[in-house]
């Protein structure tokens, strides 16, 4: 059955997730989709998020400086989570009967939380929390609990905010690098996976009931329209580590347009063929950084030029889905930026100038817009030297769209990287985009073509 992305967020928080031939499927919308948005606020909502958190971790990067402590990028000083910049949500339902959530789809973290009532101090939401006094299936988990003691930061809950939280129920407490955190109550519940609109409700093999964080108190930088964050991590409390899956996989759209996205769990091997050729490359473990995906970047190519960047400095780099734009340590940014002024040959004018992005150029008034229809003049775009970041047996070059923004109507072109503190290079969603990637965890090994997302979404 097609469904229609409706601009508003009752139908956007709606969006099935459904069981497919032993594998799950969920539809994933972007955090901005519907709000009708031109394509330079949606750029700009994305740096300044990014940017938030940034200035968050420099904060911490500089206090432990200051202490003579050790600076480990993008996590939290209790083995939290990473940045997270909320831009793709997965929508699944909670609860007996189910209730709809929105979470973002984040592999740099593992639990996996919502807000509930009754709400201590939470960020605005624009549905109603999830109420675990209304579902049937709702257990919360004893603080004595072997799953309670897993987790870094616990205590027993002694019937505080009225009670609601339960005699010696597991109190959590988990944070990521960005200082954004969730306090609440461990809880297992049922977990819906079938379509909203049909489907057996009594079929069991849609359905599985997962551990999670019921959040009353949350704090940071989020959105109206997601209710929490989904952890696709290694650790044991991720969506893939307790559905005991062995792989999982997502393509996104373009972030400038409202079509659903895709993510699969457990699928078979047949729906990870969008058409094109694979590469892979391996995935590493890090025990200082359990959650984490690293990745073996050993270069970066702008144009035909290599950057002399020595490779121990791209040694701590992450693939992260819940990270925006792709950050990387300050002096490799530089070089980057340095060899794009030198190979764009525009001339360069400051986020003063209106742009939330660090590098843009002075566009010609004769450039033809790079995407959308075919224009009758004979303008031609503006030439982009290629971006490639060479992986451990792989050359991923970036496709145009996934490294520069062009606003034609102000006459300006941007490259959508960033810098940040610390030796940690994380890529982003934004540079993910239309590209399917699939995680083989029994295997340590990522995946990644060419796809065009949306048409891959429509077709399952």
Request: hydrophobic share 35%.
């Amino acid at each position: 059955m097609k469904r229609q992305l409706l601009a508003t967020l009752l139908v956007l928080i709606a969006l099935p997730a459904y069981v497919r031939a032993a594998g799950i499927v969920a539809l994933l919308t972007h955090a901005d989709a519907g709000r009708g948005l031109a394509r330079p606020e949606l750029v700009r909502r994305m740096a300044h998020r990014t940017r938030a958190r940034r200035r968050l971790l420099s904060s911490s990067h500089s206090h432990a400086k200051q202490a003579n402590r050790p600076v480990r990028a993008g996590l939290g000083a209790g083995g939290g989570g990473s940045i997270v910049t909320n831009e793709y949500l997965v929508h699944l339902s909670v609860g007996t009967p189910p209730r709809p959530v929105a979470l973002t789809l984040d592999t740099g973290s593992d639990l996996v939380w919502t807000q509930c009532a009754p709400c201590l101090d939470c960020f605005d939401q624009g549905v109603p929390l999830l109420d675990p006094t209304r579902s049937s299936t709702y257990a919360a988990v004893p603080c004595d609990a072997p799953l309670c003691r897993a987790l870094p930061f616990t205590s027993c809950g002694g019937g505080g905010s009225g009670g609601s939280w339960g005699e010696r129920s597991c109190v959590y407490v988990y944070h990521y690098g960005d200082k954004s955190l969730t306090v609440g109550q461990l809880a297992t519940d049922r977990f819906t996976f079938e379509p909203s609109d049909g489907g057996n409700a009594d079929d069991k093999s849609s359905d599985r009931r997962l551990t999670f964080g019921c959040g009353h108190f949350n704090k940071g930088i989020f959105q109206a329209n997601e209710t929490g964050i989904a952890g696709f991590g290694r650790g044991r409390w991720s969506l893939p580590s307790q559905l005991g899956v062995t792989n999982f996989s997502y393509c996104f759209t373009s972030m400038f347009e409202s079509k659903s996205s895709l993510v699969t769990l457990g699928a078979p091997a047949e729906l990870h063929s969008s058409g094109n050729v694979f590469q892979s490359t391996p995935l590493i473990k890090d025990p200082t950084q359990p959650s984490l995906y690293f990745l073996g970047l050993k270069g970066i190519s702008v144009g035909s030029t290599r950057l002399p960047v020595p490779e121990r400095r791209l040694r701590s780099t992450i693939i992260d889905s819940g990270a925006s734009i792709t950050t990387l340590p300050e002096d490799v940014y530089e070089a980057v930026k340095a060899e794009f002024i030198a190979q764009v040959g525009l001339p360069v004018i400051g986020p003063e100038a209106g742009s939330a992005l660090d590098l843009c150029f002075a566009m010609p008034k004769t450039a033809a817009p790079f995407w959308g229809r075919r224009r009758r003049l004979p303008d031609a775009p503006v030439h982009v030297p290629s971006l490639t970041l060479h992986l451990d047996g792989a050359d991923w070059e970036l496709p145009r769209g996934n490294y520069v923004f062009e606003d034609h109507a102000a006459r300006v072109m941007c490259l959508v990287l960033d810098a940040a503190p610390g030796d940690q290079t994380v890529i982003g969603n934004y540079q993910q985009q239309n590209t399917h990637f699939v995680y083989d965890l029994g295997n340590d090994v990522l995946s990644f073509a060419p796809a065009q997302c949306d048409k891959l979404a429509a077709s399952l």
